[in-house]
């Protein structure tokens, strides 16, 4: 267990509005990640942070943005959500010396109508 | 950019029966190589994985890869397969220093009785 819970685990919610997703984690790892997964793509990454107020771009960073004001937090934004962004979730960290190890959150499902 | 190729989509085995799944990566210097599963519903785990040394890595849950460098895979396998097996099995590569992993588009295990 890494200690990383994400929030909310289920949304649904209708095209246009804004969704903010939440990653938490419990020990300061500096490294985090947000991926989505679709079937037959795998996981691809969204947005990463390497520290507060750091962040880049991951392959399918169009339509989210990041934000991470706190070592323990990482918040996905959709400005206004679409259809195609209707997907699975994850949050990962990375853990230590090894910092090309990833452990990953629970998941959020999103649907959007 | 490092890429990774898990080319079966779908496997079923007989439980007891033995386990290979195949991953072929491309990158040009040595590389960082997991393998992950995923129950449904619920987030990856880390099996195992590979930064140098001895070829033959072992795992949790009585899994092992081996990385052949001159066939640029990384295959994952177990002698015996067990009903609890059957998941989402993804391949992944990273670069030392580079702070992100390229996943595979994963393999479903099917197990039959």
Redesign the interface.
Known sequence: DAGITQSPRHKVTETGTPVTLRCHQTENHR?M?W?RQDP??????IH?S?GVKDTDK?EVSDGYSVSRSKTEDFLLTLESATSSQTSVY?CAI?VGQ??????????TRLTVL | AQSVTQPDIHITVSEGASLELRCNYSYGATP?L?W?VQSPG?????LL?Y?SGDTLVQGIKGFEAEFKRSQSSFNLRKPSVHWSDAAEY?CAV???G????T????TKLQVIP
Do not use: N
């Open positions: 490294y990640y991926y037959g793509h795998g996981l691809r990454l990463y390497y991951g994850f990375s090894d910092t090309d190890t990833q452990y990953f959150g629970p998941g | 960082y997991f992950y619920q987030g990856l785990q880390l994985k930064f993804f990273g670069v030392r580079y702070q992100k992993v996943f595979g588009i994963g």
